[in-house]
């Protein structure tokens, strides 16, 4: 099978290599859709912190089952499935106390452990998400990104009827955007710098761009600059101060990988971009 190894920053090389065969508990899937995390985009750039090379990238995919270990009941061959990346000991007190995403030895898959960038992937059964056969293969990539969503709204207080003020506009930012309109917001605002990310979060979230943003120009370098003239967009009058930042807040101090868990119920969360309904009003 073919393997994508990125043996230093920038250069990836296609290898063949045996294909893997699953053992006890074990999951083969033939990989389908791999999505492309901010965090592959550091490692391309040699600029990720906690990894090193060679690596298999691909943390974010779904796939179909080819095969099944001894003592595997959680999917058959031939369904759809994601899985979580995070490979962890179970044991440490993170683990014990369910933040597994925090684990003391924890490794992901795609940064320090291999990820998903080959025709056949291993996985395990505790890692294993279900798909269900409505969800398309693409959807089924947004699964753990979007579960950064669902993970980081679900900590906000109530967000009905309230303004929110959503920074960055990237996938996580995006995804952050749809959950928080979900969760009931009335109004959301949401900044980038990249207009080309502004239109892909208008095409998914607002039906319109409300207001017309100006195009990015370099930060001012001293006082004089900013004042003569500045191409922040004016807060809306009116506005509750809600932030909330799409990035993973760790309960550790020194936190070693910036990857969200999956919430418990999270296969539950699966169905969540393909069939909950937006109230057209909220934007
Ligand atoms: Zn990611
Ligand atoms: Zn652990």
Redesign the pocket.
């Known amino acids: 099978m073919r393997q994508a190894v990125m043996t230093q920053p920038g250069k990836i090389e296609f290898r063949q290599v045996p294909e893997p065969k699953p053992g006890p508990g074990e999951i083969l899937l033939r990989v389908k859709q791999i ?1 492309v ?4 985009i550091h490692v391309n750039h040699g600029k990720h912190p906690f990894t090193s090379y060679p690596v298999v990238q691909g ?2 995919f779904s796939g179909l089952v080819e095969a099944v270990g001894e003592g595997v009941t959680a999917v058959q061959a031939g369904k759809k499935a994601t899985a979580r ?1 995070q490979v962890v000991c179970g044991k440490c007190r993170p683990c014990r106390r369910g933040d597994y995403n925090i684990c003391d030895v924890l490794k992901v898959e ?1 940064f320090q452990a291999p990820g998903c960038a080959q025709d056949f992937f291993i996985t395990t059964t505790d890692k294993i998400v279900p798909l269900p056969d409505s969800l398309t293969f693409e959807q089924g990539a947004l699964v ?2 979007t579960a ?1 969503a669902v993970h980081s709204t679900g900590r906000a207080p109530d967000l009905k009827g309230k303004n929110v003020v959503v920074l960055g506009a990237g996938t ?1 930012g995006n995804l952050v955007a749809q959950l928080v309109r979900c969760r009931g917001a009335k109004k959301i605002l949401i900044t980038d710098l990249s207009n080309f990310r502004l239109d892909v979060q208008s095409s998914a979230v607002f039906p319109k761009r409300q207001t017309p943003i100006p195009s990015p120009s370099p930060m001012p370098r001293n006082e004089s600059s900013a004042k003569k003239g500045s191409t922040s967009p004016s807060k809306p009058s009116g506005w509750k101060q809600l932030w909330m930042q799409p990035s993973i807040i760790s309960r550790r101090e020194a936190p070693s990988s ?2 969200a868990s999956l919430p418990k119920n999270h296969a539950s969360i699966c169905q969540s971009p393909a069939t909950v309904s937006l109230p057209s009003s909220a934007h």
């Open positions: 999505g995390c901010g965090s592959d943390h974010e990346p795609g753990e990104p950064v996580i910036s990857s």
